[in-house]
């Protein structure tokens, strides 16, 4: 199974360190070529569910621009120029709840769009979270910081309660890897 | 927690079908107004998790233009225009791989960027899969059909062999509803 190539890329739109939109030329593995495959260009981000040493997820009930209504949310953010994922994970959950963790477990890397790019998520599991500092308010959004117990995440999770793609996709990850580290355990 | 107000909107990039850019003039519940934020308008899409009678899960190996190499991969396309996501969810399962299935599960649906919006994805589990026809070949990816079972399908999730975001998503949100189900009948 052969990848596609990029023959060449321009851009066509350069609206700000937000958003950049190409225009790419792509032959397929068959030889077909597509002369204008538009590619979006988003900032790479991270989440981060937290769970804290008394076994409590650190949780958001917050507010998006794309969203009608709050959502429950986790831990996230953009990374910053040149920063590593584990290191913006890190800083994210120091800023958004003051809590730090001494084991960090990943949850992968995947690409957003698979036709268009869109950005990358970098997710992370922290686990043996403890209060270390004030959160700092520095976001957009307003966010109330909630805790819950596994099974009310769980619960929150199948009745759409964690409306956003990676909120949902970090949420289910992390709980398939606790259930699946009680199961070795048991 | 109040909502975002849109106070206006113009499209900037009118590219194709696939992707449409505007820039909204956006009131914060603070007061605050942002003048030009980027919203990236991407189809609404479709991905199936199908489970045959055998309890195999019915899953590609395939490449797509923004991954260096083949993923694993749920069934999945875009919405046509006007159509319901279950209607399509059924289409692309029927098209993809030949198969039909009497039980269908919405595993929810969800906004792909809080910020900038980038489409919509519904998800859907699919029980009782049967062979019903030959598969139709009509997208641009080479793909090759393979049967899994379900451990195998969770430790390739864990392995990060689903790479895209929303094939992450689904694959771990059947999962959990999966074993949820499992749980509840024991």
């Known amino acids: 199974m052969q ?3 990029t023959l060449s890329r321009r851009t066509i739109l350069n609206h700000s360190r937000y958003l950049v939109v190409e225009e790419h030329t792509v032959e397929l593995p068959d030889g077909r070529v597509i002369t ?3 590619w979006v260009i988003l900032p790479e981000y991270v989440n981060v569910v937290a769970v804290t040493t008394e076994g409590k997820f650190l949780c958001f009930r917050q507010g998006k ?3 009608d209504e709050p959502s429950l949310a986790p831990v996230g953010g953009y990374l910053e120029a040149g920063e590593e994922p ?3 994970a890190q800083r994210e959950l120091l800023e958004e709840t003051g809590y730090e963790a001494p084991l960090w ?3 992968g890397q995947y690409q957003v769009d698979g036709n268009r790019g869109a950005g990358t998520a970098h997710f992370f599991l922290a686990l043996q979270a403890q209060r270390a500092a004030e959160p700092v308010a520095n976001d957009l959004e307003e966010q109330e910081l909630v805790y819950l117990e596994q ?3 769980a619960s929150a999770l199948a009745k759409g309660e964690f409306k956003l793609l990676p909120w949902a996709a970090i949420t289910a990850l992390a709980l398939l890897h606790l259930n699946r580290e009680f199961a070795s355990l048991a």
């Open 151 to 153: 099974a009310e995440v």
């Open 36 to 38: 204008s495959w538009p």
């Open 65 to 67: 621009y794309g969203l």
């Open 3 to 5: 990848s596609w190539k």
């Open 86 to 88: 584990l290191t913006a």
């Open 105 to 107: 477990i990943s949850l």
